[in-house]
């Protein structure tokens, strides 16, 4: 079982629609989430990063965290074409200083 | 601005050639990390940095080496390319915390022919 796990996809939805990304782990002690947007070719960017259960909201973008049941989900409401790319779940262990655990990445298209 | 830099961004170079990859940042960041990434795979870890002369290797085996001599600077050197080295090379730094997770560099696309 991988640390981070995530559905490959491709998730695919259309334009204005809801895209649900998620995201589980292994490590009960994880303190730290985030989420990455990596469009092809380019590295990348921070978009999300939430540290308590529930909810956070910025933009068009929810975080959920629910450590209960060690999993994540990244919400992306009003889809556009634009936010088509991979989304990367990474996880902070146990202990706060510890190196980031990467997923290996949902890639999400978003169709006109 | 306070950012992350990465040099080249694209480097074409003959089988044997040294070739080092700079990354430098200006955020005073403790910690920095190298991780190799093929197109539409995942990330790799293959060398990080606490802090000055401090490096690890990283989850993934590489012929590369690293130093950490100053604090913004963490280049990485393959000392003889091989074709099998072609790959996109990710720099990325956090500050000792990780309480905004990583920011990484733009990228250095190797392709050794």
């Known amino acids: 079982q991988k640390e981070v796990e995530q559905n490959s996809g491709p998730l695919s939805v259309p334009e204005g629609a809801i895209a649900s990304l998620n995201c589980t782990y292994s490590?009960?002690?994880?303190?730290?989430f985030f989420w990455y947007r990596q469009y092809s070719g380019k590295s990348p960017e921070l978009i999300m990063f939430?540290?308590?259960?529930g909810d956070k909201e910025d933009g068009r973008f929810t975080a959920q965290l629910n450590k209960a049941s060690q999993y994540v989900s990244l919400l992306i409401r009003d889809s556009q074409p634009s936010d088509s790319a991979t989304y990367l779940c990474?996880?902070?262990?146990?202990?706060?200083?510890?190196?980031?655990?990467f997923g290996a990445g949902t890639r999400l298209a978003v169709h006109p | 601005e306070a950012d992350i830099y990465q040099t080249p961004r694209y480097l074409v170079i003959g089988t044997g050639k040294k070739i080092t990859l700079e990354c430098s940042q200006t955020m005073g960041h403790d910690k920095m990390y190298w991780y190799q990434q093929d197109p539409g795979m995942e990330l790799h870890l293959i060398h990080y940095s606490y802090g000055v002369n401090s490096t690890e290797k990283g989850d993934l085996s590489s012929e590369s080496t690293v130093s950490r001599i100053r604090t913004e600077h963490f280049p990485l050197t393959l000392e003889s390319a091989r074709p099998s080295h072609t790959s996109q090379y990710l720099c990325?730094?956090?500050?000792?915390?990780?309480?905004?997770?990583?920011?990484f560099g733009s990228g250095t696309r190797l392709t050794v022919v």
């Open positions: 490590d009960r002690g994880s303190q730290s």
């Open positions: 990474a996880v902070g262990p146990s202990g706060g200083y510890n190196k980031l655990i």
């Open positions: 990325a730094s956090s500050d000792r915390q990780q309480s905004y997770g990583y920011t």
């Open positions: 939430i540290y308590s259960n």
